[in-house]
């Protein structure tokens, strides 16, 4: 059996906080462990922390997020019509033996959601940016 939730959020900070919220309770209803959501929720909010800072030039937009949970497997689907960003090219590999103080600030985040997740694929479609995530998970 699969549950299914979809949002469309717009690009505001507090909008996050909804989407943990709904993470949360489609967890909850799919027994999923408590740190299977976590690790959820830190991968959704650095997506969605990155297309509000970074999609679009100004203005208030609308992105989408869709999470479909299996007995094995959950899939999420971030759909934004912001500026073009494949994270598997586009983002700088980050150096994790450099000193801290000798870091660039940023740049871990793609880092740590390719670390939580499984799969990812990403692909450009119609002026959109599509980003699929899976994490699988014991039955």
Request: charged share 25%; net charge negative; aromatic share 6%.
């Amino acid at each position: 059996m699969s549950s299914r939730l979809c949002l469309k959020l717009e690009t505001r900070l507090d909008e996050l906080e909804r989407l943990t919220v709904a993470v949360e309770d489609l967890g909850q209803r799919n027994n999923w462990p408590s740190d299977f959501i976590f690790q959820v929720n830190l991968v959704l909010e650095e997506i969605g922390i990155n297309i509000i800072n970074h999609g679009y030039d100004n203005g208030l937009h609308e992105f989408e997020v869709t999470l479909t949970s299996e007995l094995k497997s959950l899939t999420i689907e971030i759909i934004d019509a912001g500026k073009p960003f494949n994270p598997l090219k586009d983002a700088p590999s980050p150096n994790l033996t450099a000193p801290l103080e000798e870091r660039p600030i940023g740049g871990l985040g793609i880092h740590l959601i390719c670390s939580l997740m499984d799969e990812l694929h990403y692909q450009r479609d119609g002026g959109r940016n599509r980003l699929t995530l899976v994490k699988r998970r014991d039955p």
